[in-house]
Structures are given as C-alpha cells and as structure tokens.
C-alpha cells in the first residue's frame, strides 16, 4: 500500500501516530509516497518522494471555479447564504491576480450545471495527464507496482496527478477527509473509489454534497488524530511539564488556544479579556494563570503586547510545528507536539477560544470548553462578525447548546469561567455528546478501523 502524502496535512494523522505500525501488523507492506517537505526517513518510516511540485498551470484556476459552483449549487439546494462565507478566492491587487480572479470567474460561469461540474473534473484530470508530476507518478507506480493507494488528504490539486496515474493502471484509490468541517466548504478536489470519514454525520453530509457517490463507496471509521490523548506513554507527569514550561505549581491554568488571524483577527483583544478575568478571579482567592498556545500556522507579533502586559499570569507554550516555508501549508506538525498538545491538555483545567475544534480535544480529557462569542465594540472589521463563524455548517452539528460555555460578553467572563472550573460534569457530557455525534467512538479505534477497511478493499482486488 502506498499512503500518499499530498503535503503535511496528513503526518499528524498517518506518520506521527501507530497507524504505520497497525497497517503492519495486519499483513500491509507499507511505502510513504511523500509529496510533503518533511523526510519521513529520519523517523524510521519507508517513503518514496515525490519531487515534482506544481500542477499544470490551469488545475488551480479550476478547482477555484469546482469550489464557486459547488458553493452556488449549496444554496440553491438549501436556501442558506451560509455558504458564501466559505469564498476565499486567490487575493491580490497585480495585474496577474486580476486576470486570475477574471479567469475563475468565466470558468465559473463556463461549467456551472451538474453536467458542468463532471466536465470540469474531467478537465483538471485530463491537464494534469500533461504534467511531469503525472509522468513521475507514473514511473514510480509502473516500478513499485502497489496494490492500493490511500490518500491523507481529500483538497490539495497535487493529489490530482499521482491519483489519476494510479486509476490509469488500474489501481484502487482511497482517500481520507481530514477535517470535521471540510465537506460544506467544497473543499473535494479529488475523485476517489472510496472515502474514509469520521463519523455517519459526516458520512451524510458526504452523500449530500456529492449524490454522485454511493453509499457502498463510504467508511466511517474516525479519525486518528485524538488518538494520542490517549496514549499514556506520550504524558509527563505535572511537576516534569510545569518545570519544563516554567508553569507555577501552585496555580491552576486556563488554556486559551488561538486562532488565525482571518477566523479571529480580535483574538488579541480576547486573550486580554481573558486575563481580566483571572486577575478577577484571583483577587477573590483563585490561583489561575493561563497556558497560551497560539494556532500553529501564526507567526505574527499581534499578541506580543498583551503577552507582554500580562506575563505574570500568561505563560506561552508555543506548538511545535516546523515552518519549511512561507505559506500556512507548508507550516508542519512534529510528532512531538501531539505530546506537547496531550500534555498541555492534562495539566490545565479548560479552554477558551473561538469556536475551535479544540472541544474535542478536550472532551476527550473529560474537560470543559468555553467559545468567546462576541464582538468588541471599538476597533471592528468590516465583514468579519463572531455571529457569521458560529453560522457555519458544521457547528449546526452541535447537538446541545451546553456543549461549551458561551461568553457573551467580556464582563461575564470572570464568573463563568470560575464555575466552569468548579463544575463541569453537565457541560463536559454533552460536549462528550458532540464528539460522539462527529468522531466514530471509541476514538481510540480510528486507526485498526481505517486498517481493516483497508485490508478489506485489498483482498476484494
């Protein structure tokens, strides 16, 4: 089996957790077929790199015009606008941007039909046949001759060439949807012979938005990226990681987890806020300070100030993610910050952020999570709302509103976040709740689950 690594998306699931050592044991001869900057060699892993890395000039145009039309197709299909928010179309003022955008735009309109759609599809696949990363593939595949091809990663369009060379030849390819929120922001690039997805929510929604896929097509299996949290050999003990991460032992610590500066641009003004209320907290006899990890992909400066106004009560532990270049996705997880994120879970009480999958993270920690869940009245963003995140599609999934705590203003925080602290069990079970509903139980599963489906595709070749 070869698991294709399109970029670095897939390595906190597939090359950082026990699945290489699962497939295995059940009879696999497993080769990384690597598309990402990191050498998978220097952790003892077999791959096979990938060296060619651009798409034909025109696959990245399309698949912006496949997301416009299935967006358009999702409200038609629903009535909700909801779906316009998921637009990031290519930025920029230059003259190339410009032709850019006007290119998406007549592609848009050139294929916007159902029948549109499977022609565009066919056309990205048909560029891509040009390319020298679809002849590499090709050669690579003719020598090593796998029996299937799983993919990590469902969006990155140079999936696109290695995948079609391997359906050329007749092998079976598989692939996996990474995130829970991923299906409504028509994020499927590729055209797989089988899907692997969390959970039957996301299964449904697999179905909802592709029709053209069948039930039979379809695994729900979980996803291996809570696994770890519950891995004991991965925890330190709580004097090994306060002394490590120069935490005090005689506080307890909020975890406040950041965001990127598009989903959050206040989350600055939410940190400080936060620490307003510890200092509340504390001045009526609470010891708390606050474990700040910011979103991995983050390097800006933003919340040096408050870091710097509150570091008596603020301690960063920054993720350990390896940058290898200037772009979000090219930014990489390390298997040691799977132990660094269990840990920092373990040892502190609950987390705070917007909106942030982190819930999940937490509920498997049997611990609470509150959502900031309002807009500071000076200094706005225009088109940016705290109620526009919360109205995306898959927090419609939240099967309770009590799933997390909700801090609607900042003059409430103090008091909510210290009966979080000193009572979570309701909100803590129906969080539980959601994981259950958007991740296949038990977590600790996903991994033996994609395996046997796997080993099941393998011996029906």
């Not at 891509?128 to 993919?151: A, G, N, Q, V």
């Not at 079609?164 to 994020?187: C, E, H, M, Q, Y």
Request: hydrophobic share 40%; aromatic share 12%; glycine share 4%.
């Amino acid at each position: 089996m070869f698991i294709l690594l399109p970029d670095g998306v897939g390595l906190r699931n597939f090359a950082f957790t026990d699945f290489y050592g699962k497939a295995k044991n059940s009879g696999f001869d497993v080769v990384f077929w690597n598309h990402s900057a990191f050498d998978l060699s220097q952790i003892g892993l077999p791959e096979i790199k990938l060296h060619e890395k651009k798409p034909h000039r025109l696959t990245d145009i399309l698949k912006w015009a496949k997301i416009a039309i299935e967006l358009n197709r999702n409200i038609e299909i629903t009535g909700d606008d909801v779906y316009d928010s998921y637009r990031f179309p290519p930025s920029g003022k230059d003259l190339k941007s410009k032709i850019r955008r006007a290119m998406i735009r007549w592609y848009t309109f050139r294929y916007s039909s159902k029948n549109g759609l499977e022609r565009l599809q066919k056309r990205m696949e048909s560029l891509e046949r040009t390319t020298p990363l679809y002849r590499e593939s090709m050669e690579t595949l003719r020598l090593e001759k796998p029996d299937l091809i799983f993919c990590t990663n469902q969006r990155p369009v140079l999936a696109i060439s290695p995948l079609r060379a391997a359906k050329d030849l007749g092998i079976p390819v598989s692939t996996f949807i990474f995130s829970w929120d991923n299906l409504p922001k028509a994020t499927k690039v590729i055209e797989a012979d089988h899907y692997f997805v969390w959970s039957e929510h996301m299964k449904r929604e697999l179905l909802f938005y592709y029709p053209n896929i069948s039930d039979r097509q379809i695994a729900v299996t979980g996803t291996p990226q809570f696994e770890s949290h519950f891995n004991q050999d991965l925890r330190e003990d709580r004097e090994t990681f306060f002394a490590k991460h120069d935490l005090d032992l005689d506080r307890n610590y909020i975890c406040y987890s950041g965001d990127d500066v598009n989903t959050s641009p206040h989350d600055p003004r939410y940190l400080s806020d936060v620490a307003a209320a510890v200092r509340e907290l504390n001045a009526n006899g609470n010891k708390l300070g606050i474990v700040f990890r910011r979103c991995p992909t983050d390097f800006s400066t933003r919340f040096d100030k408050v870091l710097n106004e509150n570091a008596d009560i603020i301690t960063s532990i920054a993720p350990a993610w390896a940058k290898m270049g200037d772009v979000w996705n090219m930014v990489l997880p390390t298997a040691a910050d799977m132990a660094l994120l269990s840990n920092t879970i373990a040892h502190t009480e609950m987390v705070v952020n917007l909106g942030s999958s982190m819930v999940f993270d937490y509920a498997a920690f049997g611990k609470p999570c509150a959502f900031m869940n309002y807009d500071p009245i000076d200094n706005p963003v225009e088109g940016w709302s705290v109620k526009k995140i919360y109205e995306f599609v898959h927090f419609k999934s939240m099967p309770d509103a009590g799933s997390v705590i909700w801090l609607d203003n900042p003059g409430e925080i103090a008091r909510k976040l210290g009966s979080a602290i000193r009572e979570t069990s309701q909100t803590v079970a129906h969080a539980n709740d959601w994981f259950s509903k958007i991740n296949q139980q038990p977590a600790t599963e996903a991994s033996i689950r994609i395996v046997n489906e796997l080993k099941s595709l393998a011996g029906c070749i």
